[in-house]
């Protein structure tokens, strides 16, 4: 599968502008070195679309004739080899290296904001191997989620990680930027799904780590590379486990007065060990777009699959405390719809080819912090001058916590990209201080950057130190994670 654009360019590509002035010149000398091993373009359209992923702001730079900042050559290599050839020639010159799966990122992940090499892994696809008695799959990093899917299900398998992106991204994105699926509550984050990696290092070596269930030898080094987004390693290899197709699936839905109160049932039901797949709890605001009704209550959605007797179990768990708390039962439609249209993007390209700055903030806190997470970010969005719209709603459940996925909107204004900034600066601070973490499953990239310090502390410096030790010239995806002192979008 090829990645699928964002959104159209507003000019033709070659009147293109960049918004970064960072962007380190390559030698030609370098360039036809790297072109020897393996096949590689600097076609102008490729090099466009390798400028920008799906960060929202890049979008609508992109409408106006900008991007982020172009490489310099796309390297589409097929194997681990010509990567770590590649990886070794950009150690020895100091040549910014970014990686590109799908481009579906929202932070600005895979964007080359230093210019240099960029590496498109969706060459290396296709599923290896599969052990079937032990529910384990080798595939490659840059195959999308349809095609693992597709192909497993001929083993009556399935990995279970379904974002919204799911044709739009790679196994190896969902592992680098940490992603979670729809299906979380019950399958986990691609977290708990990685069994083993094979990982290129900046300086061309080569290292697999991991393989077995658990382990105690020594910190968990699979760990390091997931959420690495390309700045500690390349992934070229994967082995993730695999469950049994689900044979039932059963759908519930209800409404209740407050998110606060749906937030409790969300908690007794986990809290209790009942595990939906999907157990999705939207505001007053949400719900009434989205599924109807007068805009003061909030829809409980609860789809469970697997094994008969077990989702019995779960959906009386989840009954009995929904009514407990004064739920309201709603028809399962409801589910059918959201399962129809969960996928669809349209609404946020149309939203932005309107000229409004649109955005989604997903962040995870514990069950006690969570109606204060949920209070405080709204309320400080909204105080943003020009806001215009914030709602959340709840989509992936722990035992401890859970997710909160804000959107929000800004008017049209003068300078959209100060809104969009004065948003963020807002509702990320305010999650910070109510007792949340950076993100759940967007990742860093360059739109989080700035916060990486505040939100990690002294630990930060420990990754620091990770970094220049694995990656001392900072080749790695460079203006990420917040390890450069001079952020490309400071
Ligand atoms: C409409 C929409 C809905 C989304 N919904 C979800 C969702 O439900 N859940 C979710 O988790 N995310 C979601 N996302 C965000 C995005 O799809 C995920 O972050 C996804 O995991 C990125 O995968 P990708 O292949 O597109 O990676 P890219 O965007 O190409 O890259 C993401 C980051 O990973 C790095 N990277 C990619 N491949 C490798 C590799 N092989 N080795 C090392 N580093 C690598 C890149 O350098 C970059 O830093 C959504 C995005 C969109 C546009």
């Given at each position: 599968?090829?990645p699928?654009?964002p959104?159209?360019?507003?000019?033709p590509?070659?009147?293109?502008?960049?918004?970064?002035?960072?962007?380190?010149?390559?030698?030609?000398?370098?360039?036809?070195?790297?072109?020897?091993i393996?096949?590689?373009?600097?076609?102008?359209?490729q090099?466009?679309?390798?400028?920008?992923d799906?960060?929202?702001?890049?979008?609508y730079?992109?409408?106006?004739?900008?991007?982020p900042?172009?490489?310099?050559?796309?390297?589409h290599?097929?194997?681990?080899?010509?990567?770590?050839?590649?990886?070794?020639?950009?150690?020895?010159?100091?040549i910014?290296?970014?990686?590109?799966?799908?481009?579906?990122?929202?932070?600005?992940?895979a964007?080359?904001?230093?210019?240099?090499?960029?590496?498109?892994?969706?060459?290396?696809h296709?599923?290896?191997?599969?052990?079937?008695?032990?529910?384990?799959?080798?595939?490659r990093?840059?195959?999308?989620?349809?095609d693992?899917?597709?192909?497993?299900?001929?083993?009556?398998?399935?990995v279970g990680?379904?974002?919204?992106?799911f044709?739009?991204?790679?196994?190896?994105?969902?592992?680098?930027?940490?992603?979670?699926?729809q299906?979380?509550t019950?399958?986990g984050?691609?977290d708990?799904?990685?069994?083993?990696?094979?990982v290129?290092?900046?300086d061309?070596?080569?290292?697999?780590t991991?393989?077995?269930?658990?382990?105690a030898?020594g910190?968990?080094?699979v760990?390091?590379?997931?959420?690495s987004?390309?700045?500690l390693?390349?992934?070229?290899?994967?082995?993730?486990?695999?469950?049994p197709r689900?044979?039932?699936?059963t759908?519930?839905a209800?409404?209740?007065?407050s998110?606060?109160?749906?937030i409790e049932?969300?908690?007794?039901?986990?809290?209790?060990?009942a595990?939906?797949a999907v157990?999705?709890?939207?505001?007053?605001?949400?719900?009434?777009?989205?599924h109807?009704g007068?805009?003061?209550?909030?829809t409980?959605l609860v789809?469970?699959e697997?094994?008969?007797?077990?989702?019995?179990?779960?959906?009386?768990?989840?009954?009995?405390?929904t009514?407990?708390?004064?739920?309201r039962?709603?028809?399962?439609?409801?589910?059918e719809?959201?399962?129809?249209?969960?996928?669809d993007?349209?609404?946020?390209?149309?939203?932005t080819?309107?000229?409004?700055?649109?955005?989604?903030?997903?962040?995870?806190?514990?069950?006690?912090?969570?109606?204060?997470?949920?209070?405080?970010?709204?309320d400080?969005?909204?105080?943003?001058?020009?806001?215009?719209?914030?709602?959340?709603?709840?989509?992936?459940?722990?035992?401890?916590?859970?997710?909160?996925y804000?959107?929000?909107?800004g008017?049209?204004?003068?300078?959209?990209?100060?809104?969009?900034?004065?948003l963020?600066d807002?509702?990320?601070?305010?999650?910070?201080?109510?007792?949340?973490?950076?993100?759940?499953?967007?990742?860093?990239?360059?739109?989080?950057s700035?916060?990486?310090r505040?939100?990690?502390?002294?630990?930060?410096?420990?990754?620091?130190?990770?970094?220049?030790?694995?990656?001392?010239?900072?080749?790695?995806?460079?203006?990420?994670?917040?390890?450069?002192d001079?952020?490309?979008?400071p």
């Amino acid at each position: 599968m090829e990645p699928t654009p964002p959104i159209e360019f507003g000019v033709p590509v070659k009147d293109l502008t960049e918004r970064f002035s960072s962007r380190i010149d390559v030698p030609n000398a370098i360039i036809e070195q790297l072109a020897t091993i393996c096949r590689s373009s600097r076609d102008a359209e490729q090099l466009a679309e390798h400028a920008r992923d799906w960060w929202p702001l890049s979008m609508y730079w992109a409408l106006r004739g900008s991007v982020p900042a172009f490489p310099a050559i796309v390297m589409h290599p097929t194997t681990t080899k010509e990567i770590s050839e590649i990886a070794a020639v950009c150690h020895e010159k100091q040549i910014p290296l970014t990686v590109s799966g799908g481009r579906s990122g929202v932070s600005g992940g895979a964007v080359p904001a230093r210019g240099g090499i960029v590496i498109d892994v969706t060459s290396l696809h296709g599923i290896v191997d599969v052990d079937t008695t032990s529910g384990i799959v080798h595939v490659r990093p840059g195959t999308f989620g349809p095609d693992l899917e597709s192909e497993l299900a001929e083993y009556g398998l399935s990995v279970g990680h379904f974002p919204q992106s799911f044709e739009l991204s790679t196994v190896g994105g969902w592992i680098a930027a940490r992603g979670a699926g729809q299906f979380s509550t019950r399958y986990g984050k691609i977290d708990d799904m990685v069994v083993a990696l094979e990982v290129v290092l900046a300086d061309g070596r080569v290292i697999r780590t991991g393989g077995a269930p658990a382990g105690a030898d020594g910190p968990d080094l699979v760990s390091l590379f997931i959420g690495s987004e390309g700045t500690l390693g390349i992934i070229t290899d994967v082995w993730l486990r695999a469950h049994p197709r689900a044979t039932t699936t059963t759908h519930a839905a209800y409404s209740l007065d407050s998110m606060e109160i749906g937030i409790e049932a969300c908690r007794r039901i986990v809290r209790d060990g009942a595990t939906p797949a999907v157990l999705r709890l939207y505001d007053a605001i949400e719900s009434k777009r989205s599924h109807g009704g007068d805009g003061t209550r909030c829809t409980l959605l609860v789809l469970d699959e697997g094994d008969d007797e077990l989702t019995r179990a779960t959906m009386a768990v989840v009954h009995r405390h929904t009514l407990d708390l004064g739920a309201r039962i709603e028809d399962t439609s409801l589910v059918e719809h959201w399962l129809n249209h969960r996928n669809d993007t349209s609404g946020l390209q149309a939203l932005t080819r309107k000229g409004y700055v649109v955005d989604t903030m997903e962040v995870a806190g514990p069950w006690s912090s969570l109606p204060g997470v949920y209070a405080t970010v709204r309320d400080s969005m909204s105080k943003v001058p020009a806001s215009r719209s914030v709602s959340a709603h709840l989509s992936h459940s722990y035992l401890d916590g859970a997710c909160l996925y804000f959107t929000f909107a800004g008017d049209k204004v003068e300078d959209p990209e100060a809104l969009y900034r004065a948003l963020w600066d807002a509702g990320q601070r305010a999650a910070l201080s109510a007792g949340a973490n950076l993100s759940h499953h967007h990742g860093v990239g360059l739109n989080r950057s700035r916060f990486m310090r505040e939100a990690l502390g002294s630990s930060f410096d420990v990754l620091g130190s990770i970094k220049r030790a694995l990656d001392p010239h900072n080749i790695l995806n460079p203006g990420k994670l917040g390890f450069d002192d001079s952020d490309p979008w400071p």
